[in-house]
Structures are given as structure tokens and as C-alpha cells.
């Protein structure tokens, strides 16, 4: 049974960080594109990173470059997304995704996803 779990959320102040995991089973996250989503309510799911299978080269939503990071343990098996400088519109659920072509920008191109994580940013 193909899964991603993750896990990491929660609420933290704005300013503060987060790093969010995405543990896999069922899949081999260094043979799959691995992504991060994340939605609010009303509005679309939207990329936030990517990394590519083996190489593990990595993309970034525009707005996000230079806070978020994306990161990758094969031997763990996990995809991280480190968050830093959060801000009250980083308030979402975020997802875990795997593909087969990166970047996965597009929710469409998905072909597993996990259940989400909350994340929160008072201000």
C-alpha cells in the first residue's frame, strides 16, 4: 500500500519556523518527484516546492524562494520542507505529493497524495 504521511505542523507565531515531514511507504522517494502543496479554504491547491527523482534538483513557488526549503532522506525514506520567516498568509494545510515529472507545479500531475498537515502563523 503506496502512502505518505505528514507530519510537523502546528501553530507558531509569525517570524517562527517549522520543518514538516512527509514519511513514505510503499514508494521510493529518491525514484519519485516529491512535492509540497498547500491550501486554504476557498482557494486552490497550490505548489509550494519540489525535488526531482535521484539528482534531487529542487524548485520553489517564486513567492516562497529564500524562506522555504525542500530536502530529501533516502535513507529515512522522508521528504522535508523546512519553513523559516513564517508569515500569517503561510497559514494552511500542506500536503505531501508524488509524480513522475518535476516539477510537480500542477495538483494534476499528482499521483499520490497525503492526508495534510495544519499549519498556523499568528501574528
Known amino acids: 500500500q503506496v502512502e505518505l504521511v505528514e507530519s510537523g505542523g502546528g501553530l507558531v507565531q509569525a517570524g517562527g519556523s517549522l520543518r514538516l515531514s512527509c514519511a513514505a511507504s510503499?514508494?521510493?522517494?529518491?525514484?519519485?518527484?516529491m512535492a509540497w502543496f498547500r491550501q486554504v479554504p476557498g482557494k486552490e491547491r497550490e505548489f509550494v516546492a519540489g525535488?526531482?527523482?535521484?539528482?534531487?534538483?529542487?524548485d520553489y513557488a517564486d513567492s516562497l524562494k529564500g524562506r522555504f526549503t525542500i530536502s530529501r532522506d533516502n535513507a529515512k525514506n522522508t521528504v522535508y520542507l523546512q519553513m523559516n520567516s513564517l508569515k500569517p498568509e503561510d497559514t494552511a494545510v500542506y500536503y505531501c505529493?508524488?509524480?513522475?515529472?518535476?516539477?510537480?507545479?500542477?495538483?494534476?500531475?499528482?499521483?499520490?497524495w497525503g492526508q495534510g498537515t495544519q499549519v498556523t502563523v499568528s501574528s
Open positions: 505529493a508524488a509524480g513522475s515529472t518535476h516539477p510537480i507545479t500542477v495538483p494534476a500531475f499528482v499521483l499520490v
Open positions: 510503499g514508494l521510493t522517494v529518491s525514484k519519485y518527484a
Open positions: 525535488i526531482s527523482r535521484s539528482v534531487g534538483s529542487t
